[in-house]
């Protein structure tokens, strides 16, 4: 009997440990363990746009984007324009740490090294800005951007996005027909456009948005351009001005610029860099439908109920833009290797890129006029 008993008591040590093991097994499937409190990591941003713009919206899209994909981890926080430096001087702040990133555009910074309006000003060699996107991710633009960025020592990491569609030549007191109606022209624009105007006639001042539709309103300008019909109602420029001009190369593929603080940005987990990466490319996607759909309803409303009268700038002046853009670009790529390295990149893209979407794409203008355009006299609809 001792002998059986000796043995019993291990036997019962084992199967009450299963046993207890199991119960403890089943209770962590059925309670699964509280995950201890991740830690938020909050960056502050300001946007070059006033808070009522479609542009801050934009801004405020994409951190929504990544606060959302990051489950909170990384919270961003979109302060307008003026909150804590100057439009122009987003840059800077960035790079020296008094705020975490920024949401503007390239052409604000066109000052501290010509090349870095390229991607931003100019015929773009016929791209749309879409096309400047992918000449960007995928035919070494961003690797330049990055050299360029270094070498004005910016402390920053960027990332483009937002295709924009072709920039109006602007809002004046009449219709602006040839170069001449630039001669003494008092004009608003930013980027190698600048440079682009001044040597058309005009005497240029490069404002940021907000402050546009006010020198308009006291005579300080006589025209100016900005960038889409959305931004221009929400900022007043139909109250200053009845006759806006379609179509110019000045601005004819912008995008946005969304910067980081790299010290900061280079602190990130990779996972966190990771999902910035792509709710860039998922804001850039949904800024380009929101535009198709904002702008147009936009277009329509300036001319139905703000009394806007549209007019296409002629081709004349379209084609005088093009010359003298070759000769401000000549100048300018004197004694500067990267605008040189800048431009015959970005042209050697367009090459193919231009060529393969023309040969490739339908005639729009054929398919509206079938659809939307007047039928001939005599005809049945």
């Not at 036997?11 to 089943?26: D, E, I, W």
Request: include cysteine.
């Amino acid at each position: 009997m001792k002998k059986s008993t000796k043995q019993a008591a291990p036997s019962r040590r084992r199967f009450l440990g299963k046993a207890a093991a199991g119960t403890a097994t089943a209770t962590a499937m059925a309670f699964p363990a509280i995950a201890t409190a991740q830690t938020q990591t909050s960056f502050r941003f300001q946007s070059t746009w006033p808070a009522k713009d479609i542009f801050h919206e934009y801004a405020n899209d994409f951190a929504r984007k990544v606060n959302d994909m990051t489950g909170g981890e990384l919270k961003i926080e979109v302060l307008p324009a003026g909150a804590v430096v100057p439009a122009f001087g987003l840059l800077d702040a960035v790079s020296k740490g008094t705020l975490d990133g920024g949401h503007g555009v390239m052409g604000y910074n066109y000052g501290k090294q010509a090349a870095i309006a390229l991607w931003t000003s100019g015929p773009a060699y016929g791209m749309d800005a879409n096309m400047v996107l992918a000449w960007h991710k995928y035919g070494g633009g961003k690797e330049l951007l990055a050299k360029l960025y270094d070498s004005i020592g910016a402390n920053v990491v960027s990332f483009l996005t937002g295709p924009m569609p072709t920039q109006p030549l602007g809002w004046f007191k009449k219709p602006v027909t040839k170069r001449e109606d630039f001669k003494g022209l008092k004009y608003r624009t930013n980027g190698l456009a600048i440079d682009l105007f001044t040597s058309m006639g005009a005497a240029v001042n490069a404002l940021p948005g907000g402050e546009i539709v006010p020198a308009l309103d006291r005579g300080l300008l006589d025209g100016a351009e900005f960038n889409n019909a959305t931004s221009d109602r929400i900022l007043g420029f139909p109250d200053v001005s009845k006759v806006c001009m379609l179509q110019s190369f000045h601005q004819s593929s912008e995008q946005f610029e969304i910067t980081f603080n790299k010290t900061k940005y280079n602190a990130l987990p990779a996972k966190l860099r990771a999902i910035i990466d792509n709710a860039v490319e998922a804001s850039s996607a949904d800024m380009s439908w929101k535009a198709v759909d904002r702008y147009s309803k936009d277009y329509i409303e300036l001319q139905t109920k703000d009394g806007v009268k549209f007019y296409k700038t002629p081709d004349a002046f379209l084609q005088e833009q093009l010359k003298v853009w070759d000769e401000v670009v000549a100048k300018k790529r004197e004694g500067n290797p990267l605008f040189q390295e800048v431009e015959k990149s970005m042209q050697a893209f367009a090459a193919r890129a231009v060529k393969w979407d023309m040969d490739t794409n339908n005639p729009r203008r054929m398919a509206f006029n079938h659809y939307f355009g007047r039928k001939p006299a005599g005809t049945k609809s």
